[in-house]
């Protein structure tokens, strides 16, 4: 049986991080609008966005050593490290303005100061580590950043990592204190309650089955209701999908040229995980070393303080794995029914460019538990099987597409692709991901509202301070809204907390 048709203004699909960001500045800006969200499971934030199934860290840049590569002359490439830095004080602006606006309260219920550091091994990369530390310091996004290679410092930063360890070379960390553990799980629950209370409609286990767009430009979506088993037509003037690794058939579905051509490659990850309160009090932050050589650049090893389900714990990974499925509640037939005609070529050259990923990630799966503890023991040396728990964590789906760099090239970060017309927009892609999210919502209204932008600029403003600005060329601003969003957001490390 089908529904009457019910008209919206816009129709996000998913209710993760992305749709619960969007939504949140869009009633912001258009109070008045009728916005309504469409998610499949039972309730919000439950596949990507769960805090199981992400590290939880707030990417900043401050400890991942792949966001600064050594260029060839020797010099060390920041412009990614100070991009992905830029777009988490954007949400850091944003989070803060909600708070201060009592529209979420208790942030620390999803955000918590936790430290964040780099830590290498051997000489070539102590001295890469500190070429970097040089180059971070030009921009006032890092300043603070201290330096290490002398183990009695080490042993007070991370005394579990040096518990029992064997110094046969050179060691070194780099330690940032204003990091942070997002749990975005929690942030993306808070942003749908605040939805909720503003009137947005959230429907749970709603699948939405078809999407076309009509004669004038808005857009019709078959949506199957699970809750009454029944069949509904929606239409909207503006839809975003932002259902994690499900959004590419989605894209597909809808037809616009734009998202011809692109493809996706599913990759699972793993963790190793410590809930023991004697090994996990020896631990205080985010640790990030170098990835192993021909691994993606997701699979960088850190080992993580997190908070979930009110108490600490310790994450080491991620480990890689391989499933067809896009998404962790998906079907096995995801990747098969994403090939089509208008992609086979990119799929094709994209599988024949990346067998040594392939084959990383057949070695990944065939790990055993104990080959995940040994890969632990490089950063624990004293750690033990029995503290230590696998947990499956969230499927990612890579970006597929033809660029400069070639036909099929595998993309690793977030893609935005949206019509000509703006009047659809779907995200693709992973890291950094959700702590990117306010930024990148941004790019969506960018695009998709141009007629609007000027007459929004005054309140986007309001809610982002240095919104149109370039952050990393303004340092007293910089200072500012460190010194704002730390007070707002109780991230202020109290100096007597753990491994200070």
């Known amino acids: ?55 939880g860290t707030g990417h900043a840049a401050l400890c991942e050593l792949n966001y600064t590569n050594e260029k060839p002359d020797g010099t060390v490439d920041t412009a990614k490290a100070v991009k992905v830095n830029e777009q988490f004080q954007v949400s850091l602006q944003f989070w803060s303005y909600l708070v201060n606006k009592g529209l979420m309260k208790t942030p620390r219920d999803f955000i918590v100061p936790l430290p964040h550091m780099s830590f290498v091994q051997g000489a ?4 890469f580590l500190k070429k ?25 930063w991370i005394p579990l990592m040096m518990k029992g360890r064997t110094v046969s070379e050179p060691i070194a960390a780099t330690r940032m ?29 709603h699948s939405v089955e078809d999407l076309k767009q009509r004669e004038d430009g808005s857009w019709e979506l078959k949506i199957q209701n699970d809750q009454e088993d029944r069949l509904e037509t929606h239409t909207a003037d ?16 809808s037809g616009i040229p734009e998202g011809k051509g692109v493809g996706g490659f599913p990759v699972s990850g793993m963790f190793l995980v410590c809930d023991k309160p004697d090994v996990v009090e020896q631990h205080y932050g985010k640790v990030y070393g170098k990835a192993p050589v021909g691994a993606p650049p997701m699979s960088v090893p850190h080992l993580d303080t997190r908070f979930m389900e009110g108490k600490e714990t310790l994450f080491f990974g991620p480990f890689a794995g391989f499933s067809p499925k896009f998404l962790k509640t998906g079907s096995n037939l995801d990747l098969l029914t994403s090939v089509r005609a208008n992609n086979l070529l990119t799929m094709s050259a994209a599988g024949l460019k990346n067998i040594p990923l392939t084959k990383y990630l057949i070695g990944q ?10 890969a632990l ?11 230590w728990r696998v947990v499956v964590s969230g499927q990612r789906v890579q970006v597929i597409k033809d660029t400069d760099k070639g036909k099929g090239t595998l993309q690793f970060g977030t893609e935005v692709i949206s019509a000509a017309d703006g009047s659809i927009a779907a995200l693709l892609g992973a890291s950094p991901g959700a702590s990117t999210a306010v930024s990148v919502m941004l790019d969506v209204m960018e695009r998709c509202f141009p007629d609007r932008i000027e007459e929004w ?8 301070p240095s919104y149109g600005l370039q952050l990393s060329e303004h340092p007293d601003m910089i200072r500012e809204i460190h010194e704002s969003t730390e007070k707002t957001l109780q991230l202020r490390l109290k100096k007597e907390a753990k491994m200070s």
Do not use: C
């Open 1 to 55: 049986m089908t529904s009457t048709q019910t008209k919206h203004n816009v129709i996000l699909i998913g209710a993760g991080v992305m749709s619960a960001t969007l939504g949140s500045m869009l009633k912001e800006l258009a109070p008045d609008w009728d916005i309504t969200v469409f998610e499949k499971l039972k309730s919000s934030g439950e596949e990507s966005s769960n805090e199981w199934n992400n590290a």
């Open 124 to 127: 070539a990369n102590v001295d």
């Open 132 to 156: 970097r530390l040089e180059a971070l310091s030009q921009t006032a996004l890092f300043e603070g950043m201290e330096f290490t290679d002398d183990p009695e410092q080490l042993e007070k």
């Open 177 to 205: 204190e204003v990091g942070t553990d997002v749990n975005f799980g929690a942030l993306t629950r808070k942003l749908f309650d605040h939805l909720e209370s503003t009137d947005v409609t959230v429907n749970y286990r």
């Open 238 to 253: 503006f839809v975003f999908v932002g259902g994690g690794g499900g959004s590419l058939h989605l894209l597909q579905k």
């Open 365 to 374: 799966v065939m790990l055993s538990k104990e080959q995940r503890m040994e």
């Open 377 to 387: 023991r490089e950063f624990v040396p004293t750690a033990e099987s029995d503290d």
């Open 457 to 464: 600029t005054p309140k986007l403003k309001e809610m982002i």
